[in-house]
Protein backbone atom coordinates (compact mmCIF):
# COMPACT_ATOMS: atom_id res chain seq x y z
CA UNK A 1 0.00 0.00 0.00
CA UNK A 2 2.80 2.49 0.78
CA UNK A 3 5.05 1.43 -2.09
CA UNK A 4 2.26 2.30 -4.53
CA UNK A 5 1.85 5.98 -3.29
CA UNK A 6 5.13 6.71 -2.57
CA UNK A 7 6.48 7.06 -6.09
CA UNK A 8 3.98 10.25 -6.80
CA UNK A 9 5.29 11.93 -3.36
CA UNK A 10 8.69 11.20 -4.72
CA UNK A 11 7.82 13.03 -8.31
CA UNK A 12 6.14 16.15 -7.31
CA UNK A 13 9.80 17.77 -6.13
CA UNK A 14 10.96 18.19 -9.83
CA UNK A 15 7.33 19.81 -11.26
CA UNK A 16 6.38 21.64 -8.21
CA UNK A 17 9.87 23.57 -8.41
CA UNK A 18 10.53 23.55 -12.00
CA UNK A 19 6.76 25.13 -12.43
CA UNK A 20 7.21 27.61 -9.43
CA UNK A 21 10.75 28.93 -8.97
CA UNK A 22 8.94 31.67 -6.90
CA UNK A 23 8.92 29.74 -3.69
CA UNK A 24 12.55 28.91 -2.34
CA UNK A 25 13.49 27.77 1.03
CA UNK A 26 11.58 27.40 3.80
CA UNK A 27 8.30 28.47 1.83
CA UNK A 28 8.57 25.51 -0.54
CA UNK A 29 6.81 23.38 0.57
CA UNK A 30 8.71 20.54 -1.30
CA UNK A 31 12.12 21.26 -0.21
CA UNK A 32 14.42 18.82 0.92
CA UNK A 33 14.03 18.14 4.65
CA UNK A 34 17.64 18.55 5.09
CA UNK A 35 17.33 19.16 8.78
CA UNK A 36 14.85 15.69 9.05
CA UNK A 37 17.19 13.73 7.29
CA UNK A 38 20.63 14.83 9.23
CA UNK A 39 18.75 13.90 12.46
CA UNK A 40 18.08 10.96 11.57
CA UNK A 41 21.33 9.92 10.28
CA UNK A 42 23.01 11.26 13.48
CA UNK A 43 20.29 9.10 15.42
CA UNK A 44 21.60 5.71 13.52
CA UNK A 45 25.45 6.56 14.18
CA UNK A 46 24.84 6.86 17.48
CA UNK A 47 22.57 3.98 17.71
CA UNK A 48 24.76 1.99 15.39
CA UNK A 49 28.43 2.98 15.90
CA UNK A 50 28.81 1.92 19.55
CA UNK A 51 27.66 -1.70 18.80
CA UNK A 52 30.24 -1.69 15.88
CA UNK A 53 33.27 -0.26 18.39
CA UNK A 54 32.00 -3.09 21.44
CA UNK A 55 32.24 -6.04 17.96
CA UNK A 56 35.81 -4.59 17.51
CA UNK A 57 36.23 -4.66 21.41
CA UNK A 58 35.57 -8.74 20.67
CA UNK A 59 38.62 -9.03 18.85
CA UNK A 60 40.98 -6.97 21.10
CA UNK A 61 44.63 -8.20 21.57
CA UNK A 62 44.69 -6.84 25.33
CA UNK A 63 42.65 -7.59 28.25
CA UNK A 64 40.95 -3.97 28.04
CA UNK A 65 37.07 -3.13 27.26
CA UNK A 66 38.21 0.41 26.46
CA UNK A 67 41.44 0.66 24.78
CA UNK A 68 41.62 -1.07 21.58
CA UNK A 69 45.52 -2.32 21.31
CA UNK A 70 45.14 -4.60 17.67
CA UNK A 71 43.10 -7.37 16.37
CA UNK A 72 43.48 -11.31 17.75
CA UNK A 73 41.02 -14.07 17.87
CA UNK A 74 42.37 -14.76 21.67
CA UNK A 75 38.59 -14.03 23.12
CA UNK A 76 37.05 -16.57 20.57
CA UNK A 77 39.13 -19.33 21.12
CA UNK A 78 43.07 -18.48 20.96
CA UNK A 79 43.00 -17.51 24.54
CA UNK A 80 43.18 -21.31 27.02
CA UNK A 81 41.62 -20.10 29.52
CA UNK A 82 39.05 -17.12 29.08
CA UNK A 83 38.12 -17.51 25.64
CA UNK A 84 34.68 -18.38 24.43
CA UNK A 85 35.47 -21.95 23.47
CA UNK A 86 37.71 -22.54 26.34
CA UNK A 87 35.73 -20.90 29.27
CA UNK A 88 32.82 -23.54 29.72
CA UNK A 89 30.46 -21.23 31.34
CA UNK A 90 30.78 -19.32 28.15
CA UNK A 91 30.84 -21.95 26.16
CA UNK A 92 27.81 -24.03 27.22
CA UNK A 93 25.93 -20.84 27.47
CA UNK A 94 25.75 -20.78 23.47
CA UNK A 95 24.24 -24.32 23.18
CA UNK A 96 21.96 -23.60 25.87
CA UNK A 97 20.41 -20.50 24.32
CA UNK A 98 20.15 -22.46 21.49
CA UNK A 99 18.72 -25.09 22.66
CA UNK A 100 15.99 -23.16 24.53
CA UNK A 101 15.26 -21.09 21.50
CA UNK A 102 14.70 -24.37 19.27
CA UNK A 103 12.28 -25.97 22.29
CA UNK A 104 10.42 -22.81 22.64
CA UNK A 105 9.89 -22.04 19.00
CA UNK A 106 8.67 -25.68 18.73
CA UNK A 107 6.19 -25.62 21.10
CA UNK A 108 4.99 -21.72 20.96
CA UNK A 109 4.32 -21.57 17.38
CA UNK A 110 1.75 -23.90 16.59
CA UNK A 111 0.07 -23.63 19.70
CA UNK A 112 0.05 -20.20 19.55
CA UNK A 113 -1.34 -20.70 15.53
CA UNK A 114 -3.83 -23.12 16.28
CA UNK A 115 -5.28 -20.63 19.36
CA UNK A 116 -5.42 -18.04 17.07
CA UNK A 117 -7.38 -20.22 14.06
CA UNK A 118 -9.52 -21.72 16.98
CA UNK A 119 -10.32 -18.19 18.89
CA UNK A 120 -10.94 -16.46 15.42
CA UNK A 121 -13.59 -18.95 14.38
CA UNK A 122 -15.24 -19.99 17.41
CA UNK A 123 -17.69 -16.97 18.75
CA UNK A 124 -18.23 -16.41 22.07
CA UNK A 125 -17.12 -14.72 25.55
CA UNK A 126 -14.78 -17.33 25.98
CA UNK A 127 -12.72 -16.97 23.50
CA UNK A 128 -13.22 -13.15 23.30
CA UNK A 129 -11.82 -13.12 27.29
CA UNK A 130 -9.02 -15.34 26.42
CA UNK A 131 -8.10 -13.27 23.29
CA UNK A 132 -7.93 -10.70 25.93
CA UNK A 133 -5.72 -12.27 28.66
CA UNK A 134 -3.45 -13.52 25.50
CA UNK A 135 -2.75 -9.42 24.45
CA UNK A 136 -2.36 -9.02 28.26
CA UNK A 137 0.62 -11.17 28.31
CA UNK A 138 1.76 -9.62 25.04
CA UNK A 139 2.18 -5.98 27.29
CA UNK A 140 2.68 -6.98 31.12
CA UNK A 141 6.14 -6.30 31.86
CA UNK A 142 8.26 -8.62 31.70
CA UNK A 143 9.74 -8.80 35.70
CA UNK A 144 5.81 -8.56 36.45
CA UNK A 145 5.59 -11.92 34.61
CA UNK A 146 8.89 -13.58 35.44
CA UNK A 147 7.67 -12.96 39.11
CA UNK A 148 5.10 -14.93 38.59
CA UNK A 149 6.35 -17.94 37.00
CA UNK A 150 9.00 -17.74 39.93
CA UNK A 151 6.84 -18.21 42.28
CA UNK A 152 5.10 -20.50 40.73
CA UNK A 153 7.99 -22.79 40.09
CA UNK A 154 9.51 -22.68 43.27
CA UNK A 155 6.13 -22.51 45.31
CA UNK A 156 2.82 -23.67 43.83
CA UNK A 157 4.40 -26.48 41.04
CA UNK A 158 7.55 -26.86 42.63
CA UNK A 159 7.97 -30.17 40.92
CA UNK A 160 9.20 -27.99 38.39
CA UNK A 161 11.83 -26.10 40.05
CA UNK A 162 14.05 -23.54 38.29
CA UNK A 163 15.98 -25.05 35.85
CA UNK A 164 15.74 -25.78 31.82
CA UNK A 165 12.04 -26.95 32.21
CA UNK A 166 10.63 -23.85 34.20
CA UNK A 167 12.29 -21.51 31.61
CA UNK A 168 10.92 -23.59 28.42
CA UNK A 169 7.18 -23.05 30.26
CA UNK A 170 8.08 -19.59 30.89
CA UNK A 171 9.19 -18.73 27.49
CA UNK A 172 6.29 -20.42 25.93
CA UNK A 173 4.20 -18.61 27.96
CA UNK A 174 5.47 -15.15 26.81
CA UNK A 175 6.08 -15.87 23.60
CA UNK A 176 3.08 -17.78 22.24
CA UNK A 177 1.06 -14.09 21.83
CA UNK A 178 3.35 -13.82 18.66
CA UNK A 179 2.12 -16.71 16.78
CA UNK A 180 -1.52 -16.13 17.91
CA UNK A 181 -1.04 -11.99 16.98
CA UNK A 182 0.52 -12.47 13.79
CA UNK A 183 -1.72 -15.10 12.50
CA UNK A 184 -4.78 -13.59 13.85
CA UNK A 185 -3.63 -10.09 11.77
CA UNK A 186 -3.19 -12.16 8.41
CA UNK A 187 -6.82 -14.07 9.24
CA UNK A 188 -8.22 -10.49 9.00
CA UNK A 189 -7.03 -10.37 5.51
CA UNK A 190 -7.22 -13.39 3.99
CA UNK A 191 -11.23 -12.86 4.92
CA UNK A 192 -13.15 -16.24 4.28
CA UNK A 193 -13.77 -16.18 0.91
CA UNK A 194 -11.41 -19.27 0.27
CA UNK A 195 -12.96 -21.16 3.18
CA UNK A 196 -16.34 -21.16 1.36
CA UNK A 197 -15.23 -21.87 -1.73
CA UNK A 198 -12.86 -24.97 0.16
CA UNK A 199 -16.67 -26.13 1.82
CA UNK A 200 -19.07 -25.45 -1.11
CA UNK A 201 -16.49 -27.85 -3.37
CA UNK A 202 -17.04 -30.39 -0.54
CA UNK A 203 -13.81 -30.06 1.46
CA UNK A 204 -14.18 -31.03 5.41
CA UNK A 205 -12.87 -28.83 8.02
CA UNK A 206 -10.11 -30.74 8.21
CA UNK A 207 -9.01 -30.94 4.55
CA UNK A 208 -9.89 -27.35 4.38
CA UNK A 209 -7.42 -26.50 7.40
CA UNK A 210 -4.87 -28.65 5.42
CA UNK A 211 -5.14 -27.73 1.93
CA UNK A 212 -6.47 -24.23 1.75
CA UNK A 213 -5.79 -21.99 5.06
CA UNK A 214 -1.99 -23.67 6.13
CA UNK A 215 -0.73 -22.87 2.99
CA UNK A 216 -2.44 -19.42 3.19
CA UNK A 217 -0.63 -18.61 6.53
CA UNK A 218 2.56 -20.43 6.18
CA UNK A 219 4.33 -16.79 5.69
CA UNK A 220 2.70 -15.75 8.41
CA UNK A 221 3.27 -18.97 10.58
CA UNK A 222 6.61 -18.49 9.44
CA UNK A 223 7.40 -15.08 10.37
CA UNK A 224 6.04 -15.57 14.06
CA UNK A 225 8.40 -18.79 14.41
CA UNK A 226 11.44 -16.18 13.43
CA UNK A 227 10.50 -14.17 15.88
CA UNK A 228 10.25 -15.97 18.53
CA UNK A 229 13.70 -17.72 17.82
CA UNK A 230 15.19 -14.71 17.87
CA UNK A 231 13.09 -13.37 20.63
CA UNK A 232 14.15 -16.01 23.11
CA UNK A 233 17.73 -15.45 21.76
CA UNK A 234 17.56 -12.04 23.24
CA UNK A 235 15.54 -12.87 26.02
CA UNK A 236 16.61 -11.95 29.32
CA UNK A 237 14.07 -11.20 32.36
CA UNK A 238 12.54 -14.72 32.15
CA UNK A 239 15.77 -16.88 31.23
CA UNK A 240 17.46 -14.58 34.73
CA UNK A 241 14.78 -15.22 36.97
CA UNK A 242 14.30 -18.85 36.06
CA UNK A 243 18.03 -20.11 35.90
CA UNK A 244 19.26 -22.39 38.50
CA UNK A 245 22.72 -23.37 37.60
CA UNK A 246 25.70 -23.12 34.55
CA UNK A 247 23.46 -25.64 32.77
CA UNK A 248 20.64 -24.05 31.97
CA UNK A 249 22.12 -20.06 31.90
CA UNK A 250 21.92 -18.94 28.02
CA UNK A 251 23.98 -16.02 26.95
CA UNK A 252 22.09 -13.01 27.80
CA UNK A 253 22.49 -13.82 31.55
CA UNK A 254 25.98 -14.78 31.49
CA UNK A 255 27.17 -11.37 30.25
CA UNK A 256 24.75 -9.86 32.31
CA UNK A 257 26.16 -11.64 35.60
CA UNK A 258 30.11 -11.80 34.77
CA UNK A 259 29.76 -8.05 33.95
CA UNK A 260 27.94 -7.06 36.70
CA UNK A 261 29.96 -9.08 39.14
CA UNK A 262 33.28 -6.83 37.65
CA UNK A 263 34.66 -9.84 35.90
CA UNK A 264 33.98 -8.21 32.45
CA UNK A 265 36.31 -8.23 29.82
CA UNK A 266 36.59 -8.76 25.59
CA UNK A 267 35.45 -12.22 26.28
CA UNK A 268 31.77 -10.86 27.28
CA UNK A 269 32.24 -8.56 23.91
CA UNK A 270 33.07 -12.00 21.66
CA UNK A 271 29.83 -13.90 23.37
CA UNK A 272 27.49 -10.87 22.79
CA UNK A 273 28.89 -10.97 19.03
CA UNK A 274 28.10 -14.55 18.15
CA UNK A 275 24.60 -13.87 19.58
CA UNK A 276 24.99 -10.77 17.17
CA UNK A 277 25.89 -13.01 14.03
CA UNK A 278 23.31 -15.76 15.58
CA UNK A 279 20.89 -12.84 15.55
CA UNK A 280 21.44 -11.88 12.04
CA UNK A 281 21.23 -14.89 10.95
CA UNK A 282 17.94 -15.88 12.24
CA UNK A 283 16.57 -12.64 10.64
CA UNK A 284 18.18 -12.82 7.43
CA UNK A 285 17.36 -16.36 6.46
CA UNK A 286 13.52 -14.79 7.88
CA UNK A 287 13.50 -12.41 5.54
CA UNK A 288 14.82 -14.27 2.98
CA UNK A 289 12.37 -17.10 3.44
CA UNK A 290 9.52 -14.79 3.67
CA UNK A 291 10.23 -13.36 0.33
CA UNK A 292 10.33 -17.24 -0.83
CA UNK A 293 6.66 -17.92 0.76
CA UNK A 294 5.51 -14.69 -0.34
CA UNK A 295 6.80 -15.22 -3.92
CA UNK A 296 4.45 -14.27 -6.74
CA UNK A 297 2.22 -11.50 -4.44
CA UNK A 298 2.36 -7.73 -3.75
CA UNK A 299 4.69 -8.01 -0.84
CA UNK A 300 8.03 -5.74 -1.55
CA UNK A 301 11.20 -5.91 0.06
CA UNK A 302 9.96 -3.39 2.86
CA UNK A 303 7.17 -4.86 3.96
CA UNK A 304 8.54 -8.71 4.55
CA UNK A 305 11.51 -6.73 6.49
CA UNK A 306 8.63 -5.05 8.89
CA UNK A 307 7.04 -8.07 8.71
CA UNK A 308 10.02 -10.50 10.08
CA UNK A 309 10.59 -7.67 12.81
CA UNK A 310 7.01 -8.09 14.26
CA UNK A 311 6.16 -4.26 13.31
CA UNK A 312 3.32 -5.34 10.50
CA UNK A 313 0.64 -7.32 12.48
CA UNK B 1 -3.74 -4.17 6.98
CA UNK B 2 -0.40 -3.92 5.93
CA UNK B 3 -0.07 -7.51 4.92
CA UNK B 4 -1.55 -7.67 1.67
CA UNK B 5 -3.67 -11.00 0.59
CA UNK B 6 -3.47 -12.75 -2.18
CA UNK B 7 -3.65 -11.50 -5.68
CA UNK B 8 -8.38 -11.94 -5.52
CA UNK B 9 -9.43 -14.30 -8.31
CA UNK B 10 -11.23 -12.96 -11.30
CA UNK B 11 -14.48 -12.11 -10.13
CA UNK B 12 -14.56 -12.06 -6.62
CA UNK B 13 -15.09 -8.81 -4.82
CA UNK B 14 -12.08 -6.88 -4.05
CA UNK B 15 -12.93 -5.79 -0.68
CA UNK B 16 -13.56 -8.34 2.16
CA UNK B 17 -15.92 -5.98 3.77
CA UNK B 18 -18.57 -4.43 1.50
CA UNK B 19 -20.04 -6.46 -1.37
CA UNK B 20 -19.62 -9.29 -0.82
CA UNK B 21 -21.25 -10.19 2.54
CA UNK B 22 -24.10 -11.87 1.60
CA UNK B 23 -22.16 -15.30 1.08
CA UNK B 24 -21.46 -15.15 4.73
CA UNK B 25 -25.27 -16.45 5.19
CA UNK B 26 -25.06 -19.46 2.92
CA UNK B 27 -22.17 -20.59 5.83
CA UNK B 28 -23.44 -24.25 7.09
CA UNK B 29 -24.85 -23.42 10.49
CA UNK B 30 -23.10 -24.99 12.96
CA UNK B 31 -21.35 -28.39 12.58
CA UNK B 32 -18.22 -26.97 13.21
CA UNK B 33 -17.95 -25.81 16.44
CA UNK B 34 -15.96 -27.82 18.11
CA UNK B 35 -13.52 -28.04 16.05
CA UNK B 36 -12.39 -24.47 16.67
CA UNK B 37 -12.69 -24.91 20.40
CA UNK B 38 -10.61 -28.32 19.76
CA UNK B 39 -8.01 -25.99 18.12
CA UNK B 40 -8.09 -23.19 20.38
CA UNK B 41 -8.06 -25.33 23.64
CA UNK B 42 -4.66 -26.11 23.89
CA UNK B 43 -3.74 -21.99 23.81
CA UNK B 44 -6.33 -21.88 26.27
CA UNK B 45 -5.41 -24.72 28.94
CA UNK B 46 -1.80 -23.13 28.62
CA UNK B 47 -2.59 -19.74 29.54
CA UNK B 48 -5.19 -20.51 32.18
CA UNK B 49 -2.48 -22.72 33.90
CA UNK B 50 0.87 -21.12 33.16
CA UNK B 51 -0.12 -17.22 32.87
CA UNK B 52 -3.84 -16.71 34.72
CA UNK B 53 -2.76 -19.55 37.67
CA UNK B 54 0.38 -18.02 37.98
CA UNK B 55 -0.63 -14.20 39.17
CA UNK B 56 -2.97 -15.72 41.81
CA UNK B 57 -0.46 -18.09 43.31
CA UNK B 58 1.76 -14.38 43.30
CA UNK B 59 -1.77 -12.99 45.17
CA UNK B 60 -1.55 -16.03 47.06
CA UNK B 61 2.01 -15.94 48.49
CA UNK B 62 1.62 -12.12 48.76
CA UNK B 63 -1.42 -12.12 51.17
CA UNK B 64 -0.05 -15.60 52.47
CA UNK B 65 1.73 -16.32 55.91
CA UNK B 66 5.77 -16.93 55.92
CA UNK B 67 7.11 -19.89 57.74
CA UNK B 68 8.90 -18.67 60.90
CA UNK B 69 11.35 -21.47 60.91
CA UNK B 70 12.89 -21.63 57.26
CA UNK B 71 11.87 -17.61 56.43
CA UNK B 72 10.05 -18.79 53.65
CA UNK B 73 6.78 -17.90 52.41
CA UNK B 74 3.83 -20.11 52.44
CA UNK B 75 0.75 -19.64 50.05
CA UNK B 76 -2.53 -19.06 51.25
CA UNK B 77 -5.09 -20.27 48.32
CA UNK B 78 -8.20 -19.01 50.32
CA UNK B 79 -9.03 -15.58 50.28
CA UNK B 80 -10.51 -15.59 53.69
CA UNK B 81 -7.67 -16.86 55.66
CA UNK B 82 -5.35 -13.96 53.83
CA UNK B 83 -3.51 -11.95 56.19
CA UNK B 84 -2.12 -8.68 55.52
CA UNK B 85 1.24 -8.59 56.98
CA UNK B 86 2.95 -8.21 53.98
CA UNK B 87 0.98 -5.48 52.49
CA UNK B 88 1.63 -3.24 55.74
CA UNK B 89 5.11 -4.05 55.35
CA UNK B 90 4.83 -2.90 51.62
CA UNK B 91 3.08 -0.02 52.72
CA UNK B 92 5.05 0.86 55.60
CA UNK B 93 8.46 1.21 53.25
CA UNK B 94 6.61 3.20 50.62
CA UNK B 95 5.27 5.99 52.85
CA UNK B 96 5.94 4.98 56.34
CA UNK B 97 8.92 6.96 58.59
CA UNK B 98 12.10 6.31 57.22
CA UNK B 99 11.04 4.80 54.25
CA UNK B 100 13.22 3.13 51.48
CA UNK B 101 11.21 2.33 49.09
CA UNK B 102 9.41 5.50 48.57
CA UNK B 103 12.61 7.58 47.12
CA UNK B 104 13.36 4.20 44.64
CA UNK B 105 9.06 4.51 43.79
CA UNK B 106 9.97 8.59 43.13
CA UNK B 107 13.39 7.66 41.09
CA UNK B 108 11.25 4.80 38.75
CA UNK B 109 9.40 7.02 37.64
CA UNK B 110 11.47 10.34 36.72
CA UNK B 111 13.66 8.01 35.44
CA UNK B 112 10.70 6.37 32.74
CA UNK B 113 9.19 9.84 32.15
CA UNK B 114 12.34 11.34 31.34
CA UNK B 115 13.75 8.38 28.88
CA UNK B 116 10.46 7.44 27.16
CA UNK B 117 9.87 11.56 26.43
CA UNK B 118 13.70 11.48 25.47
CA UNK B 119 12.68 8.39 23.26
CA UNK B 120 9.80 10.32 22.05
CA UNK B 121 11.53 13.44 20.75
CA UNK B 122 14.93 11.65 19.12
CA UNK B 123 12.51 9.02 17.81
CA UNK B 124 9.38 10.81 16.50
CA UNK B 125 11.59 12.89 13.38
CA UNK B 126 13.52 9.86 12.65
CA UNK B 127 10.61 7.45 11.95
CA UNK B 128 8.81 10.48 10.15
CA UNK B 129 11.19 11.20 7.93
CA UNK B 130 11.86 7.17 6.94
CA UNK B 131 8.03 7.16 6.91
CA UNK B 132 7.28 10.21 4.82
CA UNK B 133 10.97 11.59 3.02
CA UNK B 134 12.95 8.40 2.85
CA UNK B 135 11.82 7.63 -0.94
CA UNK B 136 13.78 5.38 -2.89
CA UNK B 137 16.37 5.07 0.35
CA UNK B 138 13.12 3.63 2.72
CA UNK B 139 14.17 0.20 2.30
CA UNK B 140 18.10 0.85 3.11
CA UNK B 141 16.81 3.28 6.06
CA UNK B 142 14.25 0.71 7.47
CA UNK B 143 17.14 -1.73 7.46
CA UNK B 144 19.44 0.64 9.62
CA UNK B 145 16.35 1.47 11.88
CA UNK B 146 15.57 -2.18 12.46
CA UNK B 147 18.90 -3.63 13.13
CA UNK B 148 19.06 -2.49 16.70
CA UNK B 149 15.94 -4.81 17.18
CA UNK B 150 17.75 -8.03 16.43
CA UNK B 151 20.55 -6.73 18.40
CA UNK B 152 20.59 -8.19 21.79
CA UNK B 153 19.69 -5.61 24.84
CA UNK B 154 22.81 -6.75 26.65
CA UNK B 155 25.30 -6.39 23.43
CA UNK B 156 23.93 -2.71 23.54
CA UNK B 157 24.37 -1.79 26.88
CA UNK B 158 28.23 -3.53 26.76
CA UNK B 159 28.60 -1.14 24.06
CA UNK B 160 28.30 1.62 26.11
CA UNK B 161 30.55 0.22 29.19
CA UNK B 162 32.92 -0.14 26.43
CA UNK B 163 32.71 3.51 25.94
CA UNK B 164 32.05 5.08 28.93
CA UNK B 165 34.94 3.47 31.08
CA UNK B 166 37.07 6.12 32.68
CA UNK B 167 39.62 5.49 29.47
CA UNK B 168 36.83 4.68 27.38
CA UNK B 169 36.10 6.64 24.16
CA UNK B 170 33.79 8.95 25.56
CA UNK B 171 36.48 10.70 27.54
CA UNK B 172 39.12 10.94 25.50
CA UNK B 173 36.95 12.81 23.09
CA UNK B 174 35.84 15.07 25.93
CA UNK B 175 39.42 15.44 27.07
CA UNK B 176 40.26 15.76 23.63
CA UNK B 177 37.64 18.89 22.73
CA UNK B 178 38.27 20.28 26.32
CA UNK B 179 35.51 20.02 27.81
CA UNK B 180 36.48 18.09 30.54
CA UNK B 181 39.55 18.80 32.34
CA UNK B 182 39.68 15.39 34.26
CA UNK B 183 38.16 11.43 33.20
CA UNK B 184 34.45 11.59 34.54
CA UNK B 185 33.40 8.13 36.10
CA UNK B 186 30.43 7.45 33.83
CA UNK B 187 29.56 4.18 35.55
CA UNK B 188 29.87 5.24 38.88
CA UNK B 189 26.74 6.24 39.70
CA UNK B 190 24.97 8.90 37.86
CA UNK B 191 21.50 9.47 36.64
CA UNK B 192 22.11 10.85 33.68
CA UNK B 193 23.96 7.30 32.47
CA UNK B 194 21.13 5.56 33.22
CA UNK B 195 18.56 7.42 31.76
CA UNK B 196 20.81 7.26 28.73
CA UNK B 197 21.44 3.55 28.99
CA UNK B 198 17.50 3.12 28.76
CA UNK B 199 16.97 5.35 26.25
CA UNK B 200 19.44 3.85 24.05
CA UNK B 201 18.45 -0.04 25.08
CA UNK B 202 14.50 0.74 24.15
CA UNK B 203 14.25 3.51 21.60
CA UNK B 204 14.57 0.71 18.64
CA UNK B 205 11.10 -0.60 19.94
CA UNK B 206 9.55 3.10 19.74
CA UNK B 207 10.66 4.06 16.38
CA UNK B 208 9.46 0.29 15.01
CA UNK B 209 6.04 0.85 16.12
CA UNK B 210 5.78 4.68 15.16
CA UNK B 211 7.19 4.10 11.64
CA UNK B 212 5.00 1.02 11.33
CA UNK B 213 2.07 3.90 12.53
CA UNK B 214 3.21 6.97 10.67
CA UNK B 215 4.08 4.29 7.22
CA UNK B 216 0.58 4.15 7.38
CA UNK B 217 -0.86 7.67 7.20
CA UNK B 218 -2.45 8.33 3.47
CA UNK B 219 0.27 10.56 2.00
CA UNK B 220 -3.12 12.22 0.05
CA UNK B 221 -4.28 13.66 3.44
CA UNK B 222 -0.55 15.37 4.12
CA UNK B 223 -1.14 16.69 0.10
CA UNK B 224 -4.34 18.16 0.87
CA UNK B 225 -3.47 19.91 3.72
CA UNK B 226 -0.95 21.78 1.76
CA UNK B 227 -3.12 22.11 -1.40
CA UNK B 228 -5.25 24.23 0.81
CA UNK B 229 -2.86 26.14 1.70
CA UNK B 230 -1.23 25.20 4.99
CA UNK B 231 2.43 25.77 5.60
CA UNK B 232 4.50 23.15 6.04
CA UNK B 233 4.61 23.73 10.05
CA UNK B 234 0.84 23.81 10.18
CA UNK B 235 0.22 20.63 7.75
CA UNK B 236 2.32 19.04 10.42
CA UNK B 237 0.22 20.48 12.87
CA UNK B 238 -3.12 20.17 11.69
CA UNK B 239 -2.67 17.26 9.88
CA UNK B 240 0.02 14.84 10.64
CA UNK B 241 0.28 15.02 14.21
CA UNK B 242 -3.55 14.62 14.92
CA UNK B 243 -3.00 11.46 12.36
CA UNK B 244 0.11 10.26 14.65
CA UNK B 245 -1.36 10.26 18.21
CA UNK B 246 -2.72 6.88 17.85
CA UNK B 247 0.64 5.53 16.71
CA UNK B 248 2.68 7.61 19.80
CA UNK B 249 0.41 6.11 22.27
CA UNK B 250 1.37 2.98 21.25
CA UNK B 251 4.75 3.46 20.84
CA UNK B 252 4.71 5.00 24.40
CA UNK B 253 3.12 1.95 26.02
CA UNK B 254 5.41 -0.85 24.42
CA UNK B 255 8.57 1.28 25.66
CA UNK B 256 7.43 2.74 29.22
CA UNK B 257 5.62 -0.98 30.25
CA UNK B 258 8.98 -2.48 30.32
CA UNK B 259 10.97 0.55 31.29
CA UNK B 260 9.39 0.22 34.52
CA UNK B 261 9.86 -3.83 35.06
CA UNK B 262 13.77 -2.89 34.00
CA UNK B 263 16.43 -3.88 36.87
CA UNK B 264 19.30 -4.64 34.66
CA UNK B 265 20.25 -1.31 33.01
CA UNK B 266 21.16 0.60 36.27
CA UNK B 267 23.04 -2.06 37.71
CA UNK B 268 25.21 -2.27 34.69
CA UNK B 269 25.80 0.93 33.62
CA UNK B 270 25.74 2.38 37.56
CA UNK B 271 25.24 -0.62 40.38
CA UNK B 272 24.97 2.00 42.70
CA UNK B 273 22.06 1.83 45.08
CA UNK B 274 21.38 5.74 44.35
CA UNK B 275 20.38 4.71 41.00
CA UNK B 276 17.73 1.61 42.03
CA UNK B 277 14.54 1.50 41.00
CA UNK B 278 11.54 -0.57 41.92
CA UNK B 279 12.18 -3.62 39.30
CA UNK B 280 15.75 -3.63 41.59
CA UNK B 281 13.48 -3.76 45.05
CA UNK B 282 11.75 -6.82 43.49
CA UNK B 283 14.33 -8.52 41.77
CA UNK B 284 16.53 -8.24 45.03
CA UNK B 285 13.32 -9.72 47.12
CA UNK B 286 12.89 -12.46 44.94
CA UNK B 287 15.06 -15.70 46.74
CA UNK B 288 15.87 -13.79 49.92
CA UNK B 289 14.25 -15.70 52.93
CA UNK B 290 11.75 -13.48 54.53
CA UNK B 291 11.06 -10.83 52.10
CA UNK B 292 9.73 -12.68 48.86
CA UNK B 293 6.34 -12.06 50.35
CA UNK B 294 7.01 -8.21 50.19
CA UNK B 295 8.45 -9.18 46.56
CA UNK B 296 5.24 -10.73 45.30
CA UNK B 297 2.89 -7.37 46.62
CA UNK B 298 5.27 -5.13 45.53
CA UNK B 299 5.04 -7.10 41.60
CA UNK B 300 1.15 -6.91 42.08
CA UNK B 301 1.21 -3.36 43.29
CA UNK B 302 2.97 -2.41 40.23
CA UNK B 303 1.02 -4.66 38.11
CA UNK B 304 -2.07 -2.81 39.38
CA UNK B 305 -0.93 0.67 38.47
CA UNK B 306 0.22 -0.80 34.67
CA UNK B 307 -2.93 -2.52 34.41
CA UNK B 308 -4.79 0.83 33.09
CA UNK B 309 -2.48 1.62 30.15
CA UNK B 310 -2.47 -2.07 29.61
CA UNK B 311 -6.15 -2.27 28.96
CA UNK B 312 -5.57 1.19 27.45
CA UNK B 313 -2.94 -0.98 24.37
CA UNK B 314 -5.54 -3.94 24.50
CA UNK B 315 -8.45 -2.14 23.34
CA UNK B 316 -6.96 -0.01 21.09
CA UNK B 317 -5.19 -3.01 19.14
CA UNK B 318 -8.46 -4.64 19.38
CA UNK B 319 -10.36 -1.58 17.89
CA UNK B 320 -7.75 -1.00 15.17
CA UNK B 321 -7.73 -4.68 13.90
CA UNK B 322 -11.49 -4.34 13.59
CA UNK B 323 -11.05 -1.11 11.63
CA UNK B 324 -9.22 -2.85 9.38
CA UNK B 325 -11.57 -5.62 8.91
Not at chain 2, 77 to 84: E, M
Not at chain 2, 230 to 244: E, I, K
Not at chain 2, 246 to 274: C, E, H, K, R
Request: proline letters at 7%.
Amino acid sequence: MSSATATPVAASPATATDGSPKIRGWRNPWRRPWFLETFTWLYLVWSLVPIAIAVLFSFNKGKSQATFQGLSMRWYYTDPVNSVWHNPQLHSAVFVTLKLSAYTTLIAVPIGVAFALGINRWHGKIPLSFNFVMILSFVVPELIFGVAMFFVFTQLFSGVGLGTLAEILGLVTWNVSWPAIIVQARLVTIGRQYEEASADLGCTQLQTMRRVMLPLLTPAIFASAILVFSGVIDDFVIVDLLSSNATNTPMSVIIYSTQHGGNGGPALNALATIMLVMSFIVAGAGFLGYRWMTRGQRIDGRQALATIAGAES
Amino acid sequence: MAIQAPPQPPGAPSAPGAPGRPARSRRPAQPARAFWILLAAPGILWLAILFIVPFYAVLAIGEGKLNRLYESPVAVYNPLDWSSANLSNVMHDLFGAGAFAGPIAVRTVIYVVAASLLCLIIGYPAAYFVSRFAGRRKGLFLVLLIAPFWISYMMRMLAWIDLLQTNGYVNRALLDLHLIGTPVNWLGGHSFTVILGLVYGYIPYLILVLFAGLDRIDPALIEAGRDLGLGRARTFLRVTLPLSRQPILTAMLITVLPMVGDYFTNQLLSGAPSTSMIGNLIEGQLGTPGLEGQGAILSLLVLLILLVPMIYYVVATHRASQEAS
